[in-house]
């Protein structure tokens, strides 16, 4: 089944410890992107990435990392999460870059205390 | 920067109402997406329209887009309990095709 995975689904941390959300897709996107969704501001572009390698900012990247070392995976890092961090977050890949159909993962809901 | 803004922001609709909800942006763009989400789940593709074209159908669901008043509309026909949902439109832009912008969303209530 093509799909796009998120782990974990749901996160609750404290301040300043670094975590990472993993995200898979079996499609062999070139490209991927991670978005944050809060209540009234809809969804926001973290980083996204082209292809293996490639990465870039989206509207709202500060406090986070991204890499691509592999086609399938897109790693999230807070390196030093913070409140303003808690968030739902979506990965999201498609065939080549916003001019396609989008496809993504089921959500991962963190909350930084 | 938010590139598309939806209207309404809520919708409260019968079942076999139709429903329209409109999707406003700012720069030039060659395509327009629109998106459903369930409940706090991942967003789902709907309909994909090109800066060329006027009208799409699906099923159920006519997309218009007017690229002079930078706007778009979803109308989803003969609603049902089921479509409750909240809707996104998501643009690229004509300077870089590669970032997509999602709007607020309108929030979509079928009563049956």
């Known amino acids: 089944e093509a799909q796009v995975t998120q782990n974990p689904r749901y996160l609750i941390t404290v301040t300043g410890k670094k975590l990472t959300v993993t995200c898979s897709q079996n499609?062999?996107?070139?490209?991927m992107s991670w978005y944050r969704q809060d209540p009234g501001l809809g969804l926001r572009q973290i980083y996204y990435?082209?292809?293996?390698?490639?990465?870039d900012k989206g509207d709202v990247p500060e406090g986070y990392k991204v890499s691509r070392k592999e086609k399938r995976n897109f790693p999230l890092i807070l390196e030093s999460p913070s409140p303003n961090q808690t968030s739902l977050y979506f990965c999201?890949?498609?065939?080549?870059?916003?001019?396609?159909?989008?496809?993504f993962g089921p959500g991962t809901r963190l909350t930084v205390t | 920067s938010q590139q598309g803004e939806e209207d309404p922001q809520a919708l409260s609709i019968q079942e076999g109402e139709n429903a329209t909800m409109n999707c406003s942006y700012k720069?030039?763009?060659?395509?327009l997406q629109w998106y459903r989400q369930n409940s706090g789940r991942g967003l789902v593709h709907l309909i994909l329209?090109?800066?060329?074209?006027r009208e799409k159908h699906s099923g159920r669901l006519r997309v218009t887009l007017d690229t002079s008043k930078k706007s778009s509309s979803l109308l989803i026909t003969a609603s049902r309990a089921a479509d409750t949902a909240s809707y996104f439109c998501?643009?690229?832009?004509?300077?870089?095709?590669?970032?997509?912008?999602f709007g607020t969303g309108t929030r979509l209530q079928v009563f049956p």
């Open positions: 990435s082209m292809n293996v390698e490639v990465t």
């Open positions: 499609m062999n996107h070139e490209y």
């Open positions: 998501a643009t690229d832009s004509s300077y870089n095709t590669d970032k997509l912008i």
């Open positions: 329209i090109r800066s060329n074209e």
């Open positions: 999201a890949s498609s065939p080549s870059g916003g001019a396609y159909e989008q496809y």
């Open positions: 720069t030039s763009i060659n395509n």
